[in-house]
């Protein structure tokens, strides 16, 4: 079972460039979270979806997009990186709203 | 809105010894709390939660945790933790209202084992 895939893993950039993290679940679940973890911050979501189309906003979605235009496939978009968004990036997907969260292995970013 | 008070940053233990580790909730609605492993390098792993029933809730890894409602309460405990126990534990809530909000997180806690 793959779970929670994220990629990549890695990733530097450079101010001002833009990219997007891809997160993929093959659990059927309706629930997809993107959350950013920082040091001695705990996780902090930053968007979610409650099924296929659609998207809401969580506690810290200022500089992100995201789009689930797939079910199994959750992406989080920074059009334009700053440094403040450097920080490890967990996707997490749960079958039901209070059903437990599964969570990826995360992706590493830093902007310089 | 809720808000999770994990009072150890760090909390160094001595292998075979008992471990406990404190969380507290702030929340004008009712809960449901939960608690996550983080080994370095890793996603999180659900340890136990609590959604309703017994307020004594056993978890994998021989971990458990107590619901304590009047004191806002719900502290992990071990009676004997191993090396391998060292990681970053993380207590959350999420009210249980319908909605797909997502968890709230504690600031965390780094378990030590000691030799």
């Known amino acids: 079972n793959a779970g929670v895939t994220q990629t990549p893993k890695f990733r530097v950039l450079k101010t001002g460039q833009s990219m997007t993290l891809l997160c993929a679940q093959d659990m059927n679940h309706e ?24 998207t809401a906003k969580g506690e810290v979605p200022d500089g992100y997009n995201v789009s689930r235009l797939k079910k199994q496939n959750f992406l989080l978009g920074l059009e334009s990186a700053a440094p403040s968004q450097t920080s490890v990036y967990f996707c997490a997907s749960s079958y039901g709203w209070n059903q437990p969260q599964h969570f990826g292995d995360g992706t590493r970013l830093s902007i310089l | 809105a809720q808000s999770v008070t994990q009072l150890d940053s760090q909390v160094p233990v001595f292998e075979e010894a008992p471990v406990e580790l404190r969380c507290n909730y702030s929340s004008s609605v009712s809960v449901y709390l939960f608690w996550y492993v ?9 340890l136990l939660k609590y959604l309703s029933g017994s307020t004594l809730v056993k978890g994998i890894n021989g971990f458990e945790a107590e619901f304590n409602k009047s004191q806002t309460s719900f502290h992990l405990r071990k009676p004997s933790v191993h090396i391998s126990d060292t990681a970053e534990y993380f207590c959350a809530v999420r009210r249980t209202g319908g909605g797909a909000d997502g968890l709230t997180f504690g600031k965390g806690t780094h378990l030590i084992i000691q030799p």
């Open chain 2, 38 to 46: 983080q080994y370095p390098n890793q996603g999180l792993q659900l």
């Open chain 1, 31 to 54: 629930y997809m979270y993107w959350y950013r973890q920082d040091p001695g911050m705990g996780l902090r979501l930053i968007h979610y979806s409650v099924g296929e189309g659609t």
